[in-house]
């Protein structure tokens, strides 16, 4: 069956709302390539957003999932548990920064995870208010919504919204020229001003910005954010979910700035393609919900769980964190060798790149000319201008290289 064939059945079959990148079919994918049911090989910089980092059916995933499912599929660990479960907070309580007790719970999807850190800390606190960010993005459930800066897509048509959420201004350095102590004042004036210290139960952010753009904030801006955010008395969540597992060049993304929040939230990167999330954070927090008040059906899956025990595994032996700093390095000096006028800005950390350009249309040119010829590339951004870099942190440099071409090719073009 070709592309076109499924593509057909896929019009009648599935809801318009959800959509894709490319109309080609994925038949199978490694570490770095996916091949279409065409025989066409796409180079991989998207890595299913952020998640396939350890690379698409990568040895040890493979190996501990028939491991798990020859075992058992479910027992939902509300009614009968297991260790898996326990190991991956284990792992997560140890990785993520901050030299304190910690504790973990594990969800479905990252939307899931930051519902869940916003419940605990309105509990933990008992107050209402979440501060969220210009550009910011936290998902497309009803809270998470609201959590979420950009309309179109993600909430034109779909209100009403979740209350008592508040949007403070983001560290954005290209756009406002401001350094992190001005523009930490600046949101923390907002904050203060329209909503109230004493009002708020967690200021929430993603320490780099993903669908957002891949806005890096100005050095200052999170340890200042953090540090006001504790003597609020309120908690101070990052959204690592697109950040976290390495993809920056370090474990988490938070830690580039020494900034331990309260609680984290992770996904994407987790489980090497397996749908896992987790809130993970202060035990002093974690653990002031009641028994039986965080949960879920499917939540900490064990065939998730034994595919995020494998994948952290082999974040370690490989050195993905390293791995994402030379892919960043990599990345970085092709693109600034250009110096095209169209380019904005080249920013980003690790293996989390992006390109600033003047506008959407011309954007979507480049990434069209880009899926034109093999390399899979996607856009972000809350002006649509922005192309960013994800590829799988196992991606070898002949492959990067050559998407590269493609990528430097289509930027000269324009
Ligand atoms: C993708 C993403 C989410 C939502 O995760 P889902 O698994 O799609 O629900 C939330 N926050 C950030 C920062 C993300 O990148």
């Known amino acids: 069956m070709t592309s076109a064939e499924i593509h057909k059945r896929r019009v009648a079959a599935v809801a318009r709302g959800v959509g ?73 309580n140890e990785l993520t920064p901050g030299a304190f007790e910690k504790r973990s719970a594990l969800f479905n999807s990252g939307a899931e995870a930051v519902e869940n850190a916003v419940k605990i800390a309105r509990y933990h606190t008992k107050r209402p208010a979440i501060v969220v960010f210009d550009h910011g993005y936290h998902g497309r459930t009803n809270l998470t919504m ?90 101070f969540i990052a959204d690592e979910i697109q950040t976290g597992f390495c993809r920056t060049g370090s474990w988490f993304a938070s830690s580039h700035e020494d900034v331990e929040p309260d609680l984290i939230t992770t996904a994407k990167g987790i489980a090497g393609g397996l749908p896992l999330a987790a809130v993970t954070g202060r035990a002093s927090i974690m653990d002031s919900v009641h028994a039986g008040g965080l949960g879920g059906t499917y939540g900490g899956n064990p065939i998730a769980c034994a595919a995020a025990l494998a994948s952290i595994e082999t974040m370690r032996e490989l050195d993905l964190a390293g791995a994402a700093r030379h892919i960043g390095g990599r990345i970085t000096a092709r693109l600034s060798e250009l110096d095209h006028p169209a380019i904005a800005e080249v920013r980003g950390r690790g293996a989390m790149i992006a390109v600033e350009l003047p506008d959407a249309s011309a954007t979507a040119a480049v990434a069209a000319e880009c899926h034109a010829n093999g390399l899979l590339v996607l856009t972000c951004g809350t002006y649509g201008n922005v192309l960013r870099f994800l590829p799988p942190l196992v991606m070898p440099d002949d492959v990067l290289d050559r998407g590269l071409d493609i990528l430097t090719a289509a930027l000269t073009s324009r």
């Open 20 to 92: 894709s990148t490319i109309s080609s079919y994925v038949d199978h994918a490694s570490g770095g390539t996916l091949t279409d049911v065409d025989g066409r090989e796409w180079i991989d910089f998207a890595a299913g957003i952020a998640v396939t980092s350890v690379g698409n059916s990568a040895p040890r995933v493979i190996e501990a999932v028939q491991r798990q499912v020859e075992r058992f599929t479910h027992t939902c660990f509300m009614v009968a548990p297991y260790e898996a479960y326990v190991a991956v907070c284990e792992q997560l």
């Open 146 to 235: 609201a959590l979420t800066a950009k309309n179109m897509p993600y909430k034109n048509g779909f209100g009403p919204f979740a209350p008592e959420i508040y949007r403070a201004p983001m560290s954005y350095p290209l756009r406002d020229g401001l350094d992190g102590p001005a523009a930490a004042a600046r949101a923390i004036d907002v904050i203060e001003k329209q909503v109230g210290a004493s009002n708020v139960a967690a200021v929430l952010i993603e320490p780099i910005q993903g669908e957002g753009g891949f806005v890096v904030p100005a050095p200052g801006f999170l340890p200042a954010l953090a540090e006001w955010t504790r003597e609020a008395g309120a908690v």
